[in-house]
């Protein structure tokens, strides 16, 4: 079975450009390069990853794009461009000529307007992904939910994908109003969900695999198997434990599905959404 880690990410560390790296998680406030994470995804049995960024510069584009044409395990990559610019079609088709890049992503979860994802700049940039065959990674808070349905309505054609499960309230127990959006994208069948930022989500140093079923079931029902994908968030989820305790969640939890909706999960899914 060929697996793809869908969701992990490479940096130099900087104090200023990942501030968001908090006290809590101090364990990762260091480099993290291929050659740290090369010898972790052989002793997991994963086959490939998909780099995306983390910073919202295009340095951080190319950056990552450098590292995938010096190692083949990076699949793919998901960039940055400002969506928002008037000349974003120029870097679209500019981009084009890259085949390691599959797609973009904004960090919408630390906008301070909510509903960026619905200002007419932003739906602008959004429009164009799909003629340059880009893809669209969603990363928001749980209270930004409620945008989406209609974001994605507007481009039925154009492959989106939620990352981290839009980030419930693991830790606190909270289900019900993320439960409920989660539920309204159901219909939509350009939309993906990745199984991955959970850990981080929960208590960092007492989760217990069984806290996340009743996300994992709220998930599966709503997207299906055909939709799903794994991440680690890898070396974010080193806050919280290793890879191996990281992926053995997923593993548990979908041995009792077939060996073909394992295949999906693990890896054709990834494969399908982005073209890798």
Known sequence: MVTIDSHQHFWKYDPVKHDWIGDDMAVIR???????????????DVQ??????????????????????????IRGVVGWTDLQSPGVEEALAAYSSEPA??????????????????????????????????SYDILILQDQLRFIPELVS??????????????????AGDISNWKRDIELLSPYENVHCKISGMVTEADLQN????????????VLNAFSIKRVMYGSDWPVCLAAGN?????????????????????????????DFYHL
């Open 30 to 44: 260091r480099d993290f390069l291929p050659e740290d994470l090369a010898p972790v995804l052989q002793e997991n």
């Open 207 to 218: 989760w217990k695999s069984e806290d996340f079923i009743p996300y994992l079931d709220v």
């Open 101 to 134: 890049l599959k797609g973009f992503r904004h960090i919408l979860q630390g906008e301070q307007q909510r509903d960026l994802c619905l200002q007419q700049p932003f739906l602008n940039g959004i429009s164009l992904l799909e003629k340059y065959n880009f």
């Open 154 to 171: 507007r481009f039925p054609n154009q492959r989106f994908v939620i990352d981290h499960l839009a980030k419930p309230g693991i830790r």
């Open 243 to 271: 890879y191996t305790e990281v992926i053995h969640i997923v593993r548990s939890w979908f041995s009792s599905f077939t060996i073909n909706e394992q295949e999906l999960f693990f890896g054709k899914n990834a494969i």
């Open 48 to 73: 490939g990853c998909v780099a995306v960024q983390a910073d919202q510069s295009t340095g951080e584009t190319d950056f990552l794009l450098g590292l995938s044409k010096q190692h083949d395990f």
